[in-house]
């Protein structure tokens, strides 16, 4: 079974950094894309970013020159580094990463970090 664990959310000021990882388990598996989703309060969840395996990238517009996603394919892990991190940054952030194995494909979540942004 796969699972993915993140790590790397707290409580950060306006202007601040913070680097959220997620490793996933499973030697037999082939992880494709892997990406960062984020729902704040009273919102749907919506995308962040995402990474192919041979690094293809996908940001969502507002941010894009702040965040920076890179992954580490032999670690199966995704990295997102936040930067200049503004209150409307606050949410919930869920790692995801689309899996291979035989023939079969599954889209998993890990569990989903708090990041909050506030002075």
């Known amino acids: 079974q796969v699972q993915l664990v993140e790590s790397g959310g707290g409580l950060v000021q306006p202007g601040g950094s913070l680097t959220l990882s997620c490793a996933g388990s499973?030697?037999?598996?082939?992880?494709?894309?892997m990406g960062w989703y984020r729902q704040a309060p009273g919102k749907e969840r919506e995308l962040v970013a995402t990474?192919?395996?041979?690094?293809?990238?996908n940001y969502t517009d507002s941010v894009k020159g702040r965040l920076t996603i890179s992954r580490n394919n032999a670690r199966n892990a995704v990295y997102l580094q936040m930067n200049s991190l503004q209150p409307d940054d606050t949410a919930v952030y869920y790692c995801?990463?689309?899996?291979?194995?035989?023939?079969?494909?599954?889209?998993?979540w890990g569990q989903g970090t708090q990041v909050t942004v506030s002075s």
């Open positions: 995801t990463a689309r899996v291979y194995w035989a023939i079969y494909e599954h889209q998993f």
């Open positions: 990474i192919t395996r041979d690094g293809g990238i």
């Open positions: 499973g030697e037999t598996y082939t992880f494709a894309t």
